[in-house]
């Protein structure tokens, strides 16, 4: 079948993408590998997951009316709710009708002649269109530990980004769990209370800060309907559109006593004010993030009762802030209870996953259940997972080998009318926030495109060369561009992710923004149009 523009992923991005191009009057296709909207949340049901960024920041803001029906429940909503949320957007603007789901599309190749992309699903089905809309998804590539023995184990066993649909019982089971990052923090600090045993594989420590969740009182819902033309003003003016900026003061040049009074009044507000609203030099200045650190790791030795654990907790290969931080609700307090065992596996590494469970040189444990949270291969693992071929046949996965070329992260050099919503070198922080630029800009781009007569676009190698170099220099100055994470593009699960790659533009929001509104008003000179 062919249509105006298909779209991959049924997620945020596909979603909003969607309701933007029928605004437009096209044939749209979205195609989406799960049963049913909701992307992240559709798939990560993994017990106490939810999302980190102010549940009433966090929302589309595209209606007036939608923002006005809508009840978060809490100030950090869960994934219940978040997806429950997602779902009634969906059956308000009746988005269903051009979704075809249950359809992983595996190759997208793009015909010189036709100045158009053929997609193929898992199931053979093929359609065709002058547009390819990639709404992927940063983390949604998720990677299983590469762990001798794996597939040996007989109970069940599951990635915290694959959790069943149905209920799981773990009450008094015996639980084995590897990872301690977001997903996994999140996970043991919920399942905790239930479960007979859980021993947790530590591969390597993470920084994490209090949540300080609560529910949102009939008060405080209607002082957010009220305030929404605010919130989301106030989210377009910080440096990645969550509520906070940092604080303009220096670290050093600010009196002991201060810088902890300071500290102590962030640690114990909600949010991402400890990370995001933090001294303005802690992210690229070593001496005040190691002060910043000291600060956070004297929270967890006083939460944490036993100090040999604690010292395990705490990171010492990279500093507070330099990974996403992920925020905790008595993450740090399940390390005192006496039926949580930590293993670091830099003492005694996993040797391999058994048929009863998992032996490292020490001993073996036997499990009932097992959960990976073994993270995603971030950003470009999405693309990867696809065969796109672009013009001439070239291969967008041997073409991002080293770092990829882009133009603003919406279109990348070779690949002509594939615009991606979060691509790489795009500006992240909060994510809906962000998508809703991204989609309006592409949305403009196309509406240009059509009123000119122009049936493909491609960047100029000059502009992805300028844009390269842009987001190369910003980054440098970071301290987290030496740090392995997802962002950087390191997951020890897949060949070849050792080493850091810069994949985002760090240069915030602001400048992100400014050149993109440079190139729309500038009649979008930086791409080649036929």
């Known amino acids: 079948m062919s249509f105006d523009a298909i779209i991959v992923g049924a997620g945020i991005s596909g979603m909003y993408q969607l ?30 997951a939810r999302f980190d960024s102010e549940s009433w920041s966090y929302g589309f803001s595209f209606s ?21 949320y997602l779902n009634y957007v969906a059956d308000k603007f009746d988005l269903r009708r051009e979704m075809r789901f249950n359809a992983k599309v595996t ?12 997609v193929t699903t898992e199931s053979g089905e093929q359609a065709t269109a002058p547009l390819l809309i990639m709404g992927l998804g940063p983390l949604s590539a998720h990677t299983l530990p590469n762990i001798p023995g794996r597939d040996d184990y007989e109970g069940p066993a599951y990635h915290t980004a694959r959790w069943p649909h149905e209920p799981v019982d773990l009450k008094d089971k015996r639980v084995g769990i590897i990872g301690t990052g977001a997903c996994g923090i999140q996970a043991i600090q919920t399942i905790a209370k239930e479960v007979g045993s859980l021993t947790i594989f530590q591969r390597k420590p993470n920084w994490a800060a209090p949540l300080h969740n609560s529910k949102i009182t009939p008060e405080e819902q209607e002082e957010i309907r ?28 600010t009196p002991p006593e201060e810088r902890e009074e300071f500290w102590e009044k962030l640690y114990s507000e909600p949010g991402f004010g400890i990370w995001m609203g933090n001294f303005r030099d802690m992210v690229i200045d070593e001496e005040a993030n190691r002060l910043a650190s000291e600060f956070v790791a004297k929270k967890i030795r006083q939460r944490v009762k036993d100090p040999k654990v604690a010292e395990k907790l705490i990171p010492k290969d990279h500093g507070f802030g330099m990974r996403r931080v992920p925020l905790e609700s ?33 001993r073996d444990f036997e499990f009932d259940f097992m959960i990976y949270a073994t993270g995603f291969d971030g950003v470009t693992g999405p693309y990867d997972r696809i065969d796109i071929r672009g013009s001439g046949g070239r291969s967008l996965k041997e073409d991002w080998i080293g770092t990829p070329r882009t133009l603003l992260g919406v279109q990348a050099e070779g690949y002509p009318n594939m615009f991606m919503v979060l691509g790489p070198h795009t500006a992240r922080g909060n994510i809906p926030r962000n998508i809703e630029e991204i989609v309006d800009w592409i949305t403009d781009m196309i509406k240009f495109m059509r009123e000119e007569g122009y049936s493909r676009s491609e960047p100029r190698p000059e502009a992805v060369a300028e844009w390269g170099e842009a ?9 987290s561009s030496k740090i392995g994470s997802w962002q950087t593009g390191v997951n020890q699960n897949v060949p070849g992710r050792d080493k850091p790659r810069v994949l985002g533009y760090n240069g915030g929001v602001f400048r992100y923004r400014k050149r993109g509104r440079q ?7 930086e791409f080649a149009f036929r």
């Open 19 to 48: 309701y933007r191009l029928r605004e437009l009057g096209m044939k749209v296709r979205v195609f989406e590998s799960g049963s049913d909207v909701g992307g992240t949340w559709y798939w990560n049901r993994y017990p106490g």
């Open 64 to 84: 007036e009316e939608l923002l006005q029906e809508w009840e978060w429940p809490e100030h950090f909503s869960a994934q219940p709710d978040t997806l429950r």
């Open 107 to 118: 190759a997208a190749h793009f015909d010189d002649d036709t100045n158009s992309w053929t």
């Open 226 to 253: 009220a305030s929404y033309p605010e919130i989301f003003e106030r989210c377009r003016n910080t440096v990645a559109c969550f509520i906070h900026n940092p604080d303009l003061r220096y670290t050093l040049e």
């Open 330 to 362: 008595g993450y740090f307090e399940v390390y005192n209870q006496d039926n949580v065992e930590l293993i670091d596996i830099s003492e005694t590494p996993i040797e391999r996953i058994t048929k009863k469970g998992i032996r490292t040189s020490d």
């Open 471 to 479: 987001v190369e220099k910003v980054s440098k100055i970071l301290l």
């Open 519 to 525: 190139v729309a008003e500038g009649g979008y000179k």
